[in-house]
């Protein structure tokens, strides 16, 4: 979409809507990955038509390159002022917005041109047609309905792409969109100028312009290429890397346990000669070696004795040292759990079931520890023919962002290491055995279910 012609105020008048989706688009772009006030939003939209409609009148004054700087750099600008979220994050959906927005708009924008003047130049019998006037106008409204239409769809699937990831990714991520940008700056301004793209007169105006546009539309297309690998090749890259080092620590997580419960077992399996010895050391009246002989009993049975029994020896080690973890952090804990026997759910899966999901809500209550107002509900069971898992937690639900069942579950915007990754594996276990789950969120109450088909209805 070529805005900065400098062309004539009726033209300019007629442009102005193209001008107000533009604002209105990268607005509603943004708002799908980060917070922001009705307000602030009206503002965004509002400064950055402004600042479009300055930069096209100001075209017979102003070089190319100056004016898509400016509008580059205002834009991310006003998306590191107004929106709420880390700043190394703003930087980077500005950037993939200004990134897409420019490739996809020269790509059509050239596409457009090339097929009107071939049509001019066959159909209308024009030897050396040019693209003005009305022509040129109808141009721009086509380019804008196909980069708004992009950009929706686009937006749908970058939902991954921003969330869960470290800070320092997300610079590193925003160099090589800034790059492209700049290039087809820089393309544009080459093909305005008679070099990069033009065939250099030799081969008529007509040619030349068509040399102009097919030699855009395969850079846009190549660039487009490489944003492609970025966006959805690298992040899924990163997503493998993380899962795969999250279930690693998750294994020696579960072989500890393993231990754990072999430590418990052989002091179950010697009570009767530990009770022999206490009744000796009781009728001797040995109170320090009592005491002694207990505390090795604890650390021989590897970790104390839980209140919560669920049926499942491994989960109950989980939900030992979850809860003693709650109670060092004044965090209410309420746990009634009950996994019916040969469910036909993996134990390991089971672990990263509860784990993640009570390191989840852990994370969030740990902020209301000072208060008491932390607490953590899990509740489980058998319903019909199905394992039905409820976890509910006190949150600040309002700076929460889950996407609806069906697609990729993330954690809170700002957040930026385990927690997403934690949560899609829960959501593979999910799938894995054809469950579902559902999130509620409201007056500060998180809320997430699980249902599992048990082994007669898988």
Not at 110 to 128: A, D, K, N
Not at 133 to 149: K, M, P, Q, S
């Amino acid at each position: 979409m070529k805005l900065w012609e400098g062309g004539c105020v009726a033209q300019t008048i007629i442009i102005l809507p193209c001008y107000l989706v533009y604002a209105w688009i990268a607005g509603w772009f943004c708002k799908k990955h980060m917070d922001i006030t009705p307000s602030k939003e009206f503002l965004f939209v509002g400064g950055n038509f402004l600042i479009w409609l300055v930069m096209d009148t100001a075209g017979i004054f102003i070089s190319y390159i100056v004016r898509a700087f400016i509008s580059h750099v205002f834009l991310i600008g006003t998306v590191v002022l107004l929106f709420q979220a880390v700043w190394e994050k703003k930087i980077l959906v500005g950037a993939v917005f200004m990134t897409a927005f420019v490739l996809i708009d020269n790509f059509c924008s050239s596409f457009v041109s090339c097929l009107t003047l071939i049509l001019r130049h066959t159909v209308g019998e024009i030897p050396e047609p040019f693209i003005d006037g009305w022509e040129g106008i109808l141009c721009t409204y086509v380019t804008l309905l196909a980069v708004t239409l992009f950009l929706v769809v686009l937006s749908r699937r970058l939902t991954s792409f921003f969330y869960g990831k470290t800070q320092k990714w997300c610079i590193i991520m925003s160099v090589p969109f800034l790059a492209l940008m700049v290039l087809m700056d820089l393309v544009n301004w080459g093909a305005a100028h008679g070099i990069l793209v033009r065939s250099g007169g030799n081969m008529g105006v007509y040619y030349d312009q068509i040399v102009s546009h097919v030699g855009i539309c395969v850079i846009s297309l190549l660039s487009m290429s490489v944003a492609g690998f970025c966006l959805f090749g690298l992040d899924r890259f990163y997503l493998e890397q993380r899962k795969s080092s999250q279930y690693y620590f998750q294994i020696e997580a579960y072989k500890m346990l393993e231990e754990q419960y072999r430590k418990s077992e052989r002091l179950r399996h010697d009570m009767k000669n530990h009770i022999i010895a206490l009744s000796g050391l009781v009728k001797s009246r040995d109170w320090l070696g009592m005491e002694t002989y207990l505390a090795d009993m604890g650390a021989g049975g590897g970790v104390g004795i839980g209140e919560d029994t669920t049926g499942n020896k491994v989960i109950d080690v989980v939900l030992y040292q979850k809860r003693e973890r709650a109670e060092e952090n004044n965090i209410r804990w309420e746990c009634d759990v009950q996994i019916p026997e040969a469910c036909g759910i993996n134990e390991f899966d089971l672990c990263v079931l509860f784990g993640n999901l009570i390191d989840n809500a852990l994370e969030e209550c740990v902020k209301y520890r000072g208060s008491g107002d932390g607490f953590i509900q899990i509740q489980g069971g058998k319903i019909k023919k199905c394992f039905l898992l409820v976890v509910k937690n006190r949150a600040e639900t309002k700076d929460m962002h889950y996407p609806m069942p069906g697609k990729t579950f993330f954690a809170k915007k700002d957040d930026t290491e385990n927690h997403g990754i934690g949560l899609m594996n829960v959501m593979e276990i999910v799938s894995k055995y054809n469950g579902e789950w559902e999130i509620e969120t409201g007056e500060g109450v998180f809320t997430v279910s699980i249902l599992l088909p048990l082994k007669d209805t898988v």
